[in-house]
C-alpha cells in the first residue's frame, strides 16, 4: 500500500474514533517555533519516557545543525530534516540537554553517518501519545508512541533493502560517551551519558537502555567514527573521521560516536516495530521496564492507552463555551503542564540517589526535572488543585532530596543538582502546598530544610551563597558588571515570606518575625529619583549610571537576570500595598504599571513580571485594567499555533499562566494560598477535584451576561456569598461555585 494512502486512513481513522474528546483539542505543534522549546512528540502524562522527532541535526549546509547555534529543543518547526526519533527529552527548557538514543529508518545502501542519512518530510501530525511522519527520501512512514518509562516506533517500509539505525554519538546534550551490547539477533542493550545542563560540568548521569526489533534483521552489526591510521588508507577511512563499519563483530562496544545498525529485506508495506525502555537505575531495569509497560503487545493498542491516559487527566477540567481556537490553546497549555516533573523510578520502585551512586526505593512516584524557578509561580499551584495526589508526591520528593543530599533542589536534573537560575525556590513551594490543606508529608523536616538554607553561612550554602550580606545588610550589593544581586535578593525576599507564613502557622514566633523583617528588605531597593528598584554597592550607595530599561532583548543589566528594573520593579508580590506606598500612593503605582503595558516594558516570555496584569486588582476600582489587559495578552500571545506561546514555555510555566488566566483567577503570590480573580474565556469551566484531598466533588466556574453586558465583572458570588477579588484557596474549594456577573 502508498505510505502516502496509508497515512491518510490512520488519521482519518483516528479523527472518527476520537470525536469530542479533551484530547482533540490538543495541538503539540503550539510552542514549537519562538523558542517555545515544546516538541510533538509522543509521552505519557508526567511520563518518563518521551519519543520526539529530532530534526535540528542535519546535513554540513543546514542553517539549524545543532553544533552552529544555541539549540535547547530537539525539535523546532520551521525545520525540516529529520534525522531520528530521540528517546528521553526535556520540553520548553532554556538549555540543551537529553535529547538522545536517536532512532531512524532509512532504505538502500546502508549509511551512517547523520549528514548523509537525514531526509527531508512532509504529512507530519501529532496527537497526545502519538507522532507520525512521512519520509520522503526513503517512502517511509514512521510513527512513535510511548507508555510511562518506554518508547515504540513503527515504521512501514517499501519493497526491497531496509536500515534501522540507532545512533549513540548525536544528540542535544553536551556529554559523550555510550556502549552497546548485542543481547541476541533483535536485542541489543547499552548506556548513553548525559549532562552538563546549563555549564554545570558536574551534572551528568548515565541513561541506561534496552532495544527490541519485531522481526529478526538479515543483517547487522556496529559503526564507530574512527581517526586515521598510521599511514593507512583504509576504505572506511579515506579521510579523517569517517566511519568504521563492524559486521562481523559482536561484543561489546564503548567509544564517543558509536551505534547500532539492523538492515532487512522488506516486502512492500511491511512493518516493523522497535521497542526501547529505558531506566536510569540498570540495564536490567530497562528491560524490566519495557517488559512490564509492553508486555508484548503492539503499536495500536500502546497508542490507545496512552492517549486514554492523556484524555483521562486532561478531562478534570472541562470548559463550555468559547470558541474551538481557545479551547486549543487550553488545552494544550494543560498538556504541555503534565510533562514535567515526570516520573523517575522504575516499576520496580528504584530510582538513583539525589547527587549519590546509590540506588533507592521508593514506595510513592520519585519525580525529576524541578525547573523551579519557573514552576514555583504557578505550575505547582496548579497540581496543588487539579492533580494533588501528584503535587503530594513532588513534595515528598523535594523533601527526600534533603534527606539524601542536605539541600532541597534548586534546578534537579535527574538526580543531580544543576544550580540554574537563582533563589531558593522550593521553599514557596512548599508552603504553598502545606498552606492549602495537603500535609500528608514531613513538615518539620521541611521546616528544617527551609531554615538551613535560609540561616547556613554563605561559603557553605548551596542555595544562597551570597546570603552573609543578605543578612548583615538585608540587601545582596552589586559586585560586578554582569551580576544579578537584586534578582537574587527578590527571590530570597520570597522565599523568607513563605517562611514567615509557615513559621507563623507552626507557632515559631521569633522566627516568623525574623523572616517577615528579612521579607521587607526589598525597600532597601527602591530609588525615588527613577521609581524602580535600583542596584545597590557594598558601601550603601546606589549604582550608577542606571538605566531602567537597560537588558531588553537580553542584554547584561547589572543586578538583574534575564530582565532589567522594569520587569523585577513590581516583582514583591507578597507587600504590593508596602510597595504602593513607597511608590506615593495607589495612583503613582498604578499610573506606573500601567504605563510599563503602554510602553512595551513588559516581557510575557519571561517570569518575573509575568503577574503584573493581576496586580491592578489589589486597588478598588482598578480591577477593570487586569480583566482588559489579561484578556489582551491571551489573544495576542497564546495561539493555536506553531508560534503560539509568547518564548520558551519554561516547562510549564507559561502554559500554567493561560490556562489560570482562561479560569479566572490566578495565584500571584507564590507561597500565599490566595488568587486574585478575572474574567474567564468560557462560559463555564468544571474542575473535578480529587476526593481524596477536597471535600467538594467539584469547583464550577460560570459567567452570567446581562443584557447590559460590556464584557467586564460588576459582581462575583462563591457559593452564595458575595466576594472581592483576591479569594482564599481553600474557601474557593469549598464553595463548589464561583460565578462571575457581568
Request: proline share 5%; glycine share 8%.
Amino acid at each position: 500500500m502508498n505510505k502516502l494512502l496509508l497515512y491518510i486512513i490512520i488519521s482519518l481513522s483516528a479523527g472518527v474514533v476520537f470525536a469530542q474528546q479533551p484530547a482533540d483539542y490538543v495541538d503539540p505543534f503550539i510552542g514549537t517555533t519562538n523558542f517555545g522549546t515544546c516538541n510533538p512528540g509522543a509521552v505519557c502524562p508526567n511520563g518518563m519516557m518521551s519519543v520526539v522527532p529530532f530534526n535540528v541535526m542535519g546535513s554540513a549546509d543546514n542553517v539549524y545543525d545543532k553544533d552552529a547555534r544555541w539549540w535547547s529543543t530537539p525539535y523546532d518547526y520551521t525545520n525540516s530534516y529529520f534525522t531520528g526519533f530521540s528517546h528521553v527529552n526535556l520540553s520548553g527548557v532554556g538549555c540543551p540537554e537529553l535529547g538522545s538514543l536517536l532512532l531512524m529508518p532509512t532504505t538502500g545502501v546502508l549509511d551512517v553517518d547523520y549528514k548523509n542519512y537525514g531526509s527531508k518530510y512532509e504529512k507530519e501530525t501529532a496527537s497526545p501519545g502519538y507522532y507520525s511522519i512521512y519520509l520522503k527520501k526513503y517512502d517511509i512512514l514512521a510513527e512513535a508512541t510511548a507508555t510511562l518509562r518506554s518508547g515504540l516506533t513503527r515504521f512501514t517500509f517499501p519493497k526491497g533493502k531496509s536500515n534501522i539505525l540507532l545512533n549513540l554519538g548525536e544528540g542535544l546534550t553536551n556529554e559523550t560517551g555510550a556502549f552497546v551490547r548485542k543481547v541476541n539477533d533483535r536485542e541489543i542493550e547499552g548506556m548513553k551519558f548525559l549532562g552538563t545542563f546549563c555549564y554545570n560540568p558536574q551534572a551528568v548521569f548515565p541513561i541506561y537502555f534496552v532495544m527490541r526489533l519485531s522481526k529478526k534483521p538479515d543483517d547487522s552489526g556496529y559503526w564507530k567514527k574512527q581517526r586515521k591510521m598510521y599511514g593507512v588508507e583504509a576504505e572506511w577511512d579515506k579521510d579523517n573521521g569517517k566511519y568504521k563499519i563492524y559486521n562481523k563483530y559482536g561484543k561489546d562496544l564503548a567509544g564517543d560516536d558509536i551505534g547500532a545498525w539492523f538492515t532487512f529485506n522488506t516486502s512492500e508495506g511491511e512493518e516493523i516495530e522497535a521497542a526501547i525502555g529505558v531506566s536510569f537505575v540498570s540495564i536490567e531495569n530497562a528491560r524490566e521496564n519495557l517488559e512490564q509497560e509492553q508486555s508484548g503487545r503492539h503499536f495500536s493498542e500502546i497508542r490507545e492507552e496512552a492517549r486514554k491516559k492523556w484524555n483521562d487527566d486532561l478531562g478534570r477540567i472541562m470548559v463550555e463555551g468559547g470558541t474551538k481556537e481557545q479551547k486549543t490553546v487550553f488545552y494544550t497549555a494543560l498538556y504541555h503542564t503534565l510533562i514535567h516533573p515526570n516520573i523517575l523510578q522504575d516499576v520496580n520502585g528504584q530510582y538513583p540517589q539525589m547527587e549519590g551512586d546509590e540506588i533507592l526505593v521508593t514506595k510513592g512516584d520519585r519525580y525529576t526535572v524541578f525547573s523551579l524557578w519557573d514552576t514555583y509561580r504557578n505550575l505547582h499551584q496548579l497540581m496543588t488543585l487539579v492533580y494533588p495526589e501528584r503535587q503530594i508526591e513532588m513534595v515528598r520528593t523535594m523533601i527526600d532530596m534533603y534527606r539524601e543530599h542536605g539541600w532541597l533542589p534548586k534546578w534537579e536534573l535527574y538526580g543531580r543538582e544543576t544550580l540554574t537560575m537563582e533563589g531558593d525556590p522550593s521553599l514557596p513551594v512548599i508552603v504553598d502546598t502545606w498552606m492549602k490543606g495537603l500535609r500528608d508529608f514531613d513538615i518539620n523536616l521541611a521546616y528544617e530544610a527551609m531554615y538551613k538554607s535560609a540561616t547556613t553561612s554563605g561559603k557553605d550554602n548551596l542555595m544562597r551563597p551570597d546570603i552573609d550580606d543578605y543578612i548583615s545588610k538585608g540587601y545582596v550589593p552589586l559586585m560586578g558588571q554582569f551580576d544579578n544581586s537584586v534578582s537574587h535578593a527578590l527571590e530570597y525576599y520570597i522565599a523568607d515570606y513563605s517562611l514567615y507564613t509557615l513559621a507563623k502557622e507552626l507557632g515559631k514566633k521569633d522566627n516568623a518575625k525574623m523572616f517577615y523583617e528579612r521579607s521587607m528588605g526589598y525597600k532597601k531597593y527602591y530609588c525615588k529619583e527613577y521609581g524602580t528598584l535600583r542596584p545597590i554597592l557594598p558601601n550603601g550607595d546606589f549604582y550608577s549610571p542606571f538605566d531602567p530599561k537597560q537588558g531588553e532583548n537580553f542584554e547584561p543589566s547589572p543586578g538583574f537576570h534575564e530582565g532589567n528594573a522594569w520587569n523585577y520593579t513590581y516583582y514583591v508580590p507578597h507587600d504590593v500595598k508596602g510597595l504602593a506606598k513607597l511608590m506615593g500612593g495607589k495612583k503613582k503605582f498604578v499610573d506606573k504599571l500601567q504605563m510599563i503595558f503602554d510602553k512595551g516594558y513588559y516581557d510575557p516570555a519571561n517570569e518575573p513580571d509575568i503577574a503584573y496584569p493581576y496586580l491592578f486588582s489589589y486597588f478598588k476600582g482598578e480591577e477593570w485594567r487586569t480583566q482588559k489587559l489579561v484578556k489582551e495578552l491571551l489573544e495576542k500571545y497564546f495561539k493555536p499555533a506553531p508560534d503560539g506561546i509568547p518564548g520558551n514555555d519554561d516547562a510549564g510555566t507559561m502554559s500554567a499562566w493561560a490556562i489560570f488566566s482562561m479560569m479566572g483567577f490566578y495565584p500571584d503570590c507564590p507561597g500565599v494560598p490566595e488568587y486574585t480573580l478575572t474574567a474567564p474565556t468560557f462560559d463555564k469551566i468544571t474542575i473535578n477535584l480529587n476526593p481524596d484531598f477536597y471535600k467538594q466533588k467539584q469547583l464550577v466556574i460560570e459567567v452570567v451576561d446581562s443584557d447590559e453586558s460590556d464584557g467586564y465583572i460588576k459582581k462575583i458570588k462563591m457559593g452564595d456569598t458575595s466576594c472581592g477579588y483576591r479569594v482564599n484557596h481553600n474557601s474557593l474549594v469549598n464553595a463548589g461555585v464561583l460565578r462571575f456577573y457581568k
